[in-house]
């Protein structure tokens, strides 16, 4: 039973990882914490109000939009609009859900990560960057405008530039508010910068790295599993080893 579950993840994550790279479609999504403002940025990129937040943040469900025939992937709420430049790049749009981050990301071609201006880069934003080394993000500078001074907006800019440097440089293509751009051109933009092919490559082989690890675990567990087995197996025959002895004592003792 165990071979036959660990032949069914192989199969499954083959699976996934060739449709990942037969994908037509560009995948973004929209990450961060909850209340940073994911529904927000989503309506601004469409240009209009696609969906009203959740009241109830543990009920939040992937959301789908595509502006085009876009691939659905099952368990998302699907959304189609008219949008004339994210259909012209076959452009789709996730939102994901704070809970569900690790999980969907591995999907993604561009992660566009909300960070809320009243306080960046909080211990939750770092964990879930460091938990995406391998795919371009771009950050998404929500809440600006309730930061009233023009000082404290530039201050908040500079410290927010400052931690990306030093510890997501590498993975980080750009900072966005929505100020200087329309945050759907600012997207194409960003995906522009990114060699998708390549990307999807490597997120493939991290892919087949994480399931060899998995595979390896589990193996592990297996192993564990029936050596202990094994060891109540010599018990059990070693009580009844002991058992026969004492009643052949017995039987001596009384001849």
């Not at 039973?1 to 995948?27: D, F």
């Not at 940025?41 to 969906?51: A, H, M, S």
């Not at 990560?113 to 909080?122: D, G, N």
């Not at 589990?218 to 025959?237: F, H, M, P, R, V």
């Amino acid at each position: 039973a165990r071979y036959c579950q660990m032949t069914e993840h192989a199969e499954r994550c083959e699976a996934k990882i060739n449709e990942m790279l037969e994908n037509k479609q560009k995948n973004v999504a929209i990450m961060g914490e909850a209340n940073c403002g994911k529904t927000t940025v989503l309506n601004q990129i469409c240009g209009f109000e696609v969906k009203r937040p959740s009241p109830i943040v543990s009920e939040a469900i992937p959301v789908m939009v595509a502006s085009s025939t876009g691939k659905m992937i099952p368990d998302y709420e699907y959304y189609h609009i008219d949008h004339t430049k994210l259909a012209a790049e076959n452009v789709s749009l996730f939102e994901i859900p704070a809970g569900e981050i690790g999980s969907k990301a591995v999907e993604m071609d561009l992660i566009l990560y909300v960070i809320s201006a009243t306080m960046p880069f909080s211990a939750t934003d770092i964990s879930n960057l460091e938990k995406m080394p391998y795919l371009p993000v771009a950050i998404v500078v929500n809440k600006l405008d309730l930061i009233e001074s023009e000082e404290d907006k530039k201050e908040t800019m500079e410290y927010i530039s400052y931690i990306v440097s030093r510890k997501f440089n590498r993975q980080v293509i750009g900072i966005l508010t929505g100020t200087d751009e329309p945050l759907d051109d600012a997207v194409i933009s960003c995906l522009g910068k990114i060699d998708i092919a390549d990307s999807r490559e490597f997120r493939a082989q991290y892919m087949v790295y994480h399931f060899k690890e998995e595979l390896l675990l589990k193996l592990k567990d297996g192993l564990a599993a029936a050596e202990d087995k094994l060891k109540a197996i010599k018990s059990e025959q070693k009580l009844a080893q002991d058992s026969a002895e004492q009643v052949r004592l017995e039987w001596e003792s009384l001849r």
